[in-house]
């Protein structure tokens, strides 16, 4: 077996029930996996061959051979749709196998659990038919350029890597398995207590402040943070380069725009240069770009960040904004009414969730979703119960800025006015 040709597919087979409905995975591999992979050049000639171990007629036991493709495969291809356990089983075994060579898709509207938020997933869709191009093309272009670039993307070998340089110290082991148990608990002081000694004791790497980083960041710490990106992305960590640029333009607003603070433009587009396909990047840019009234340039980069992200709800809100800013209405149809009704279904599944998902944006991100069809009542139900999950005063300014925005620009819709004055009102107490 060439396992230098090989893309091996984790992914689950036959039909499964996903979030109430049925996914024929079988189908998906077929159509849209199947071919994607078939598409993709090696770089030193002839294309990837991609298998599954379903598929492969061995005498041999089913899992030896899956170990065997996780192991020296030169590509795996990961649908985390679902959140199968035996993907998840095998996806880590790969992460452990392998430093590079894994590309994680899903599904446009299925979640991301906490443990691989780290890693990318890219969006795919397979419904309606005409779809299927499209995601093929994704695969094959995310393939491609993993095989030309051979970036290290396993959290686990990268996370070892580092611990591997310094000295084995058992009680810096001790300190970052307690971080990893404090942030399971949601106890986010003590991870970053427990965090703060272990880079100070020995476990000063790019990996540990990225961590640490974030959670600073989730607290509203923006200057320690920044400090943390900063280290970070100076050693090579990608994605703290994106970080480091909202951290940037968070500290350079908050501060009144002094002229020698960078705005965090110049990160985020370097960091968009490293990953063009990185969508929250592409859209932090955009962020920017509409906090300085630059809003055509906004426009377009939420734009591309929406259509780069098939349609995430974080650009595809922004984008009817910035949208209803500029032109005074927002005008939702086709590909992006699709996407709006896709981000709702999945919100209000998020929502519902104990504990909700990504509160407090899953909520205000429905509620705003609510106000574009009509539903007033509904729309400010859940702002209140969003009001309720937001841990820090600036979650909430954040979401009353955006909404100002179609205020501003004169759009008219039921219930945006009442939103606006609630969380006003919030703010004043």
Not at 104 to 123: L, S, W, Y
Not at 248 to 254: H, P, T, W
Not at 323 to 350: H, N, P
């Amino acid at each position: 077996m060439d396992y230098d040709r090989i893309c091996f597919v984790v992914m689950p087979f036959g039909k499964k029930t996903v979030d109430g409905r049925e996914v024929d995975f079988n189908h998906i591999y077929r159509s849209v996996f199947e071919p994607a992979i078939a598409a993709t050049p090696l770089p030193e000639g002839g294309f990837l061959e991609p298998r599954r171990s379903d598929q492969d007629m061995f005498t041999t036991v089913i899992t030896h051979d899956m170990f065997h493709y996780l192991e020296y495969s030169r590509m795996a291809l990961t649908d985390i749709t679902g959140l199968n356990a035996n993907v998840f089983f095998e996806l880590g075994v790969r992460l452990r196998a392998q430093q590079s060579g894994t590309a994680v898709f899903r599904q446009v509207d299925a979640e991301i659990p906490f443990d691989i938020r780290q890693i990318k997933a890219f969006p795919y869709e397979y419904e309606p038919d005409e779809k299927i191009a499209e995601s093929r093309s994704l695969i094959t272009q995310v393939l491609t350029e993993s095989l030309k670039h051979h970036r290290p993307d396993s959290p686990v070998r990268l996370a070892l890597a580092q611990q591997q340089e310094q000295a084995a110290d058992p009680r810096i082991d001790k300190l970052l398995l307690e971080a990893e148990n404090a942030v399971r608990n949601d106890d986010k002081p003590v991870a970053i207590m427990k965090l703060r000694t272990a880079v100070r004791d020995g476990a000063d790497n790019a990996y540990t402040r990225m961590k640490l980083g974030l959670l600073l960041k989730e607290r509203g710490q923006w200057d320690r943070a920044l400090e943390q990106f900063e280290t970070a992305s100076a050693r090579g960590y990608g994605d703290a380069l994106r970080e480091q640029g909202i951290a940037e333009n968070k500290l350079y607003e908050a501060k009144g725009r002094p002229i020698d603070m960078p705005t965090g433009e110049d990160a985020l587009r370097r960091a968009i240069r490293l990953e063009p396909d990185d969508y929250d990047a592409i859209a932090s840019l955009g962020g920017i770009l509409k906090r300085q009234r630059r809003y055509d340039e906004a426009l377009a980069a939420y734009r591309q960040a929406t259509d780069v992200s098939c349609g995430h709800p974080y650009p595809l809100l922004n984008e009817f904004k910035i949208q209803g800013r500029v032109d005074g209405k927002v005008e939702i149809t086709g590909q992006r009414r699709a996407w709006l009704r896709q981000a709702k279904a999945a919100r209000q599944k998020q929502v519902r969730d104990d504990p909700p998902y990504d509160a407090p944006w899953s909520f205000f991100d429905l509620s705003e979703m609510h106000l574009y069809d009509g539903e007033q009542d509904e729309a400010l139900k859940v702002l209140r119960e969003g009001i309720e999950h937001s841990g820090y005063g600036w979650m909430l300014a954040t979401h009353l800025e955006s909404l100002r925005l179609l205020q501003s620009g004169g759009v008219q819709l039921a219930g945006l006015d009442e939103c606006i004055s609630l969380l006003e009102a919030e703010l004043a107490t």
